[in-house]
C-alpha cells in the first residue's frame, strides 16, 4: 500500500507524532528535553503531519505557514528502522503537494548538516551554509517569490 499524508486530529495520532519525533531526533541523537506540549505544534498556520505506511504511523514534518507565499518545513523524521526505504523521499514530496495545495510557492528548512545531501537530492538549495544547520530553500512552482 503506497503512503500518504495525514493531518494530526486525534489523540491516537498526536500521540504517534510525538513518539516519533522524540525518538529519533532527540533520543537517538542523544537530546533530552523534549516536549509534548510545545506550543507553536498547535498554532492555527502550522500544520503537524504524519506520513502513514499499511494504516501505520512511519514518519513527521511540521508545515508552518509564514505568510500567503513562504512555508517553514520542521521537524522532518521517519522511523530509525524505516529509514533509507524511499520514506524520506515520499514524506517530502507529500509535504510539497500538501503546500501547493495550500497555496504556497516556496518552501524552507533548516537542515540537519547530515541531511543537506538528501535535501540537495529532491532539488532543494542551500541559502545559509554557515549555520548550525544549513537554511535550504525549493521553489514549489514557477515564479515563486525570490529568497
Known amino acids: 500500500m503506497p503512503s500518504h499524508l495525514k493531518r494530526v486530529e486525534s489523540d491516537g495520532d498526536w500521540s504517534a ?6 525518538r ?11 516536549d509534548e506540549r ?16 499499511d494504516g501505520a504511523p512511519v514518519g513527521t ?8 507565499h513562504l512555508g517553514i ?3 522532518v523524521a521517519i522511523e530509525s528502522g524505516l529509514q533509507r526505504r524511499g ?9 510539497e503537494t500538501y503546500a501547493r495545495g495550500l497555496g504556497l510557492v516556496r518552501l524552507e528548512v533548516n537542515a540537519a548538516r547530515d541531511a543537506e545531501g538528501f ?21 514549489l512552482k514557477a515564479g515563486g517569490i525570490p529568497s
Open 87 to 95: 520514506l524520506g523521499r515520499a514524506l517530502m514530496s507529500q509535504v
Open 24 to 34: 529519533v531526533l532527540w533520543e537517538d541523537r542523544g537530546l533530552g528535553g523534549y
Open 61 to 68: 514534518a511540521r508545515l508552518d505557514v509564514v505568510d500567503q
Open 17 to 22: 507524532y510525538h513518539s516519533i519525533r522524540k
Open 119 to 139: 535535501y540537495h537530492r529532491l532539488g532543494w538549495e542551500t541559502v545559509h551554509s554557515d549555520r548550525k544547520n544549513p537554511l535550504m530553500t525549493k521553489a
Open 73 to 75: 518545513v520542521r521537524l
Open 38 to 53: 510545545h506550543p507553536d505544534d498547535r498554532l492555527a498556520d502550522n500544520h503537524p503531519l504524519l506520513l502513514m505506511q
